[in-house]
């Protein structure tokens, strides 16, 4: 019908913007691999969240796109095929995240063992 032909599937629809989505990602990763081997400075924590954000990003679009596949392929039902890999991805980036907040919390650190030695530096003065 003609209906059929105008309106994609939901799964089709995922399938063409996980699509889009994983070639963004990708170029993403890549423009972020090559800035981190030209910059000096390896331990930014602005581009590690940044890449924490885009990697995350490209399991969930790579996660939608085995759901849509799962779904019109092999005839899974869609809703539980997303909710798996939904469930799959909000571990993966917990995990992902740990890093991060590992660097954070030992940056703190040393900010806070250096205004220390500041401030009795300038008590002593």
């Given at each position: 019908?003609?209906?059929?032909?105008?309106?994609?599937?939901?799964?089709?629809?995922?399938?063409?913007?996980?699509?889009?989505?994983?070639?963004?990602?990708?170029?993403?990763?890549?423009?972020?691999?090559?800035?981190?081997?030209?910059?000096?400075?390896?331990?930014?924590?602005?581009?590690?969240?940044?890449?924490?954000?885009v990697a995350i990003d490209t399991l969930r679009t790579v996660s939608v796109m085995v759901a849509?596949?799962?779904?019109s392929v092999f005839g899974f039902d869609g809703d539980l095929a997303d909710t798996y890999a939904?469930?799959?991805?909000?571990?993966?980036?917990?995990?992902?995240?740990?890093?991060?907040?590992?660097?954070?919390?030992?940056?703190?650190?040393?900010?806070?063992?250096?205004?220390?030695?500041?401030?009795?530096?300038?008590?002593?003065?």
């Amino acid at each position: 019908t003609v209906a059929h032909l105008l309106f994609f599937h939901s799964h089709e629809l995922s399938r063409i913007f996980s699509s889009i989505n994983l070639v963004i990602d990708i170029v993403n990763i890549v423009m972020f691999y090559v800035e981190r081997r030209r910059s000096p400075e390896k331990g930014n924590l602005n581009m590690l969240s940044a890449l924490t954000h885009v990697a995350i990003d490209t399991l969930r679009t790579v996660s939608v796109m085995v759901a849509a596949l799962l779904a019109s392929v092999f005839g899974f039902d869609g809703d539980l095929a997303d909710t798996y890999a939904s469930i799959a991805c909000s571990v993966l980036t917990f995990s992902s995240t740990l890093p991060l907040f590992k660097s954070i919390f030992h940056k703190w650190r040393r900010l806070q063992v250096v205004r220390r030695r500041n401030a009795s530096h300038n008590v002593t003065l």
